[in-house]
């Protein structure tokens, strides 16, 4: 799980840095992806995530 939530954010960011969009766009798509690592983060601890998603 760890290395799924890792790879997704650093693709995000090398996709941030290299398209050279608005701040404002920059900003909601941190904060969209970094709702969604909470969201899974929060599905996991809780029980909630699928097993078929674990090691």
């Given amino acids: 799980m760890e290395i ?3 790879v997704l954010i650093c693709v ?3 996709w ?3 398209r050279r969009v608005p701040w ?3 900003l909601m ?3 969209v992806t970094l709702a969604v690592v909470v969201l899974i983060v929060w ?3 809780s ?3 699928p097993d078929a998603f674990r090691r």
Wanted: no cysteine; aromatic share 4%; proline share 0%.
């Fill in 29 to 31: 798509t941190l904060v």
């Fill in 43 to 45: 599905l996991d601890r």
């Fill in 24 to 26: 404002n766009a920059k």
């Fill in 12 to 14: 995000s960011l090398i």
């Fill in 4 to 6: 799924i939530v890792s």
């Fill in 16 to 18: 941030l840095i290299g």
């Fill in 47 to 49: 029980g909630n995530w």
